[in-house]
């Protein structure tokens, strides 16, 4: 059993993954702005008020914590990139620190020809700024994240929606994985799946991944 904290826990992700831990008998902390709007997560979830951003709040919930799970949005740009500053600085250096799960965007893997999907001429200019700034956060990862352990997840840049858990699904690095049909499709409920796996038996650590069916 681990002690999972779920920065985020409130959102479409974020609550997916509390529901997955629990069900697999984890201890979860939900740490989110408004607790008291929260009641429709699980039964012995330990709801507190956190913030991802926030020194105090990474203190005073990390040392209880095997992992924490970044799973926050709606935001601007900046908002990604200073989670992941603050959680990699707070940590850094603090005995026993737990692991970092940051909850990415699918934008920011790469096309066949090696360009960011959020490069590409036909991106939708509303999804800009929250794709910039999970870019951000994951280049941060990858050159200053020295100290600790971090493991980026990325869903599939568009066919990711809620739906039915299977428990199945493929893992691949910086590029989509997609079926024969050329499509890369997840739902977030095997996405929080895939994330516990991650949790529980480690394989991607200091490093991005992604999933799909």
Do not use: C, K
Request: negative net charge; glycine residues 10%.
């Amino acid at each position: 059993m681990s002690t999972i904290v779920v920065f985020g826990a409130g959102g479409t992700a974020g609550s997916r993954v509390v529901a997955e831990a629990v069900d697999r008998g984890h201890r979860v902390i939900a740490a989110v702005r408004r607790p008291e709007a929260t009641s429709y997560l699980p039964a012995g979830v330990r709801t507190v008020t956190g913030d991802a951003t926030s020194e105090r709040s990474v203190r005073e919930l990390a040392p209880d914590a095997d992992a924490l799970v970044v799973a926050i949005g709606g935001g601007e740009r900046e908002l990604w990139r200073n989670a992941a500053e603050n959680l990699v600085t707070t940590l850094r250096g603090m005995p026993a620190a737990p692991r970092i799960i940051h909850l990415g965007g699918g934008s920011t893997l790469l096309t066949p020809g090696g360009t960011r999907i959020l490069d590409e001429p036909d991106f939708p200019a509303e999804y800009r700024d929250s794709a910039l700034g999970q870019a951000d956060a994951l280049d941060y990862y990858r050159t200053a994240a020295d100290g600790v352990s971090w493991t980026y997840v990325s869903p599939p840049p568009l066919e990711f929606h809620p739906g039915a858990r299977t428990g199945h699904y493929r893992t691949g690095t910086d590029q989509p994985v997609t079926d024969a049909q050329g499509r890369s499709v997840l739902t977030y409920e095997d996405l929080a799946v895939a994330i516990i796996d991650e949790i529980e038996q480690p394989q991607h650590q200091n490093a991005r991944f992604t999933a799909a069916y």
